[in-house]
């Protein structure tokens, strides 16, 4: 199998001339899990969409809560990829990092380009928080640094300096570093502070005190970036906003878009929605928007397990509503046998997973795509159900109204894939205008739809229609009794029927309506309709895929994108288009299942590139794997892609290698989570 | 919820025309017979009433009334029925369930369906063993049961399905028997029940587990083995000659005899189905020593998990606007300035992106 090295240095902008304005910039900040990382760039992220610069964000934390303070596996970061061109991906190796501590330095380091610019809180680096992140010599002053511009400074004092007026006690100053750093990042970019300082003002508003020390913060940093420019490595970076189609934007996660869509898709069907869930990340934001928009006719219900979750969505159905379940793979392997019972009961359906890395708890917090074949194979019996898989945070509006559409139209249940990357991600979102979709009004059967041999009116209700639903039959509907289940049923009356035959039609009649659902023909998204290569990607692939295809066709080399939504049924066209390439590639967060369903479906030779570490592609992989199509050497196409050092989540991070316990344990009384210099 | 109107029902309205599958002899039979004849007395509307049942011999119960029925999965039926109520309030909602459904793979849901209070009707029909899987022993089995699963007896202590039902919260719990003639008698009570109303109804699996439940159930010195409780009136058994009273040293149950009618000299207790305590004492009771009691063991309602949600959302949407529009372009927004033709976002379904 072949192999990549992974790529030392190849970012996403092309190399600028010295004091020239690049047209993007990477800027990753990384600190403890308590220091508001996160936080810190979500605030950035929004400030970036409203200078009206294209982006793409990358947030990375630790599965645990409050993990242990200073440790290399507690360290949470966050990137973002921006610039006044298109952005597509969380880009690959970051140009500024912003380190809180010694274990963000240790942890991110690797990733900063050569040249880069590293910001260092100077006071966190104390002897213990070293120790912590394993250092033996103070990086600070043993040149190990000496690759990149160096700002290195006490931002601690600074805040606690700044916040001074307010009267804080240590702690609670402390903890407006992040919004100190974050004013100095605003400097650096040229960003107004007026909407940081009025969402600080909305967020305390029942604390002015703390909102005021926070803003004292933000201006401070603000400030202390226009000081260290006249001395320092800093230098303050415009970069325009990037040409867009005209109308109204905002941000948006994928957790958010997939919410959105779901509201969006239960009015377009004209039902009230039903969302049974279960707390399970990534996926429980969903949970929590819809929860938020009770006014829209829509129930949340927060079930005893995942079990419970769809049953109830399922329920909710069978009663009239547009039932909705969300999960991630652990959650949606216990959801498979009531997914089983929608498929025969031909009820409507959605059910949204949030891939993470498995197999079982696996990666909780970190992205994977490896829960397509459970999507599209993993029931028990011949289960087929429509599997659509979004792009990106905001293509999941659009993947969400299709799901419902899909459930309502065909009476069945249909899987929405996401992944953590997509949940947790935002990217500008151009402000849909609703009545721009085409609704798809739900019927539910009035009156008995069928005649018996003496021509009297008789209920059927599993006769279809002529895209092979049954008719949606609600309780309470006078003269519509009837009964429905899990047993195999009779083709027209539903009563309980084991015969051979009839199972052999009610196979065929189940298959025939999934392998018919209407799915746009598949476009090619970039290059020609045929060629050498097509690399075929799905959901949050598509980023690095479109990037590194454009590189490569700039370059002159024969290559197209294709990105397929439908995973279930496959466009019709799909077969026909793919055999018009000599080469397919088919990159993917798994071990290559999607491929596996493509050589089967098509009988092309698909071959795969993988990458199963719980980070993302980078563009340079994928451009470097696009390259070996092309350099005349037979047998090393595709393989599997390293973990990347540059790339988030870090190496470090996530590993305890035991000795942190015997550390904490050889300083009786100072419990590991309470170490503030 | 409303109280619909009564509808003028008989038996026969209530009977499919699918044919009954059960063992000749099996106590489901008498159950059936037991809800079809209750139905019409409850004024109840076919098309407004819905049966929903996990697996097992129990659950095949929607198939022979004529009403909406959902034979869903092994024991999930709570959750299904959680959601159709959710769904549709005003629906008659009636969960069928067994004591391997409902206490073993299922038991889960019970509890929460149960502590939730979601208005409806659960009849768990405990057999004490696994029917349609041909005759395992179950969560309810007698410990020593020989089975295909347990053939030197089994050695799990089995549950107690009323004590279960009471931890978990449940605002009503009853108890019958397949062939009771009482039986719609609780049944109607459990209807009146605003609520999760858990009813125990002991039924005779002749085929795996036959008369097991004939200590008591047998008309045979029925008098002095079962306890019926009313509202109100004291605890006697026996034709009167002996009762239940308070042990206040133990803070238990005690049998004591009555003489001459004079149950109150005899310290008999009174029962009140609102009394929590007097209802963990009645289905902790161990079958021998004492009666089993029989009927509404305990009633006293609270709000139902449906009416709050209800009332949740109608509070959250309060001076609020189903505004889709409104909804998309919430928080911190910004205009690329243009023509403004195409108001339709870059991200509308299809394949193809914008490709700047
Ligand atoms: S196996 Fe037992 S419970 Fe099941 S139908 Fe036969 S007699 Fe009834």
Redesign the interface.
Known sequence: MATHAAPTHQPEVEPAAPDMVPDAVVVRFAGDSGDGMQLTGGQFTLSTALAGNDLATFPDFPAEIRAPQGTLFGVSAFQINFGSRQINTAGDAPDVLVAMNPAALKVNLPALKPGGLVIIDTGEFTRRNLDKAKYAANPLEDGSLAAFDVLAFDISAQTVEAVKPFGLGNKDALRCKNMWTLGLALWMFDRPREPLQEWLREKFRTKPDIAAANIAALDAGHAYGETAELSGPLRQLHLPPVPAEPGLYRTVTGAEAVSLGLVAGAQLAGLPMFFGGYPITPASAILHHLARLKEFGVTTFQAEDEIAAICAALGASYAGSLGVTSSSGPGIALKGEAMGLAIMTELPLVIVNSQRGGPSTGLPTKTEQSDLYQAVYGRNGDAAMPVIAARSPSDAFACAIEACRIAVEYMTPVMLLTDGYIANAAEPWRVPDPSAFTPFPARHLREKNGRDAQGAATLLPYQRDDKGARPWIKPGTPGLMHRIGGIEKHELTGNIDYSPANHQRMTDARKAKVDGVAVPDQEVCLGAAGGALAVVGWGSTYGPIHQAVRRSRAKGLDVSHIHVRHIWPLPANLGELLRGFDAVLVPEMNTGQFKTVLRDRYLVDAQSLTKTSGQPFQIAELEAAIAKFFDGIPGNEGGEVPPNPQQLPSFAQGHDDGTLKDAAAAQPGTPATQDRP | MNAPARIETTLKDWE?D?EVRWCPGCGDYAILKAVQRTLPQLGSD???T?F?SG?GCSSRF??YI????????HG?A???????????P??DVWLITGDGDGLSIGG??M??VLRRNVNMQILLFNNEIYGLTKGQYSPTSREGTRSPSSPIGSVDHPANPCAFALGAGARFVARGFDVSRHLPDVLMAAHAHQGAAFVEIFQNCVVYNKDVFNDFAQPKGAEDRQLWLTDGEPMLFAGGTRGLALDTDTLSLRVVEVSGGDWQAAGVLVHIPRNRMLAHLLVEMPFGPFPMALGVIYDDPRPTFESA?VA??TK??EG???D??R??????????????A???????????????
């Open positions: 499919t699918q076919p098309a407004n819905v929903i697996i929607p198939y004529e009403s909406y029925g959902f034979h869903t999965i999930r709570p959750a299904v029925a959680t959601g159709v109520k959710l769904a549709n005003d629906l889960n849901h509890l929460h949600v949740e959302r959250a949407s609020k606007t189903a889709l529009a909804l998309l372009a919430k928080g911190q927004t910004w205009t690329v300035p243009g023509s403004a195409d108001p339709v976002g870059s991200s509308v379904a299809g394949q193809g992106g914008p490709d700047l």
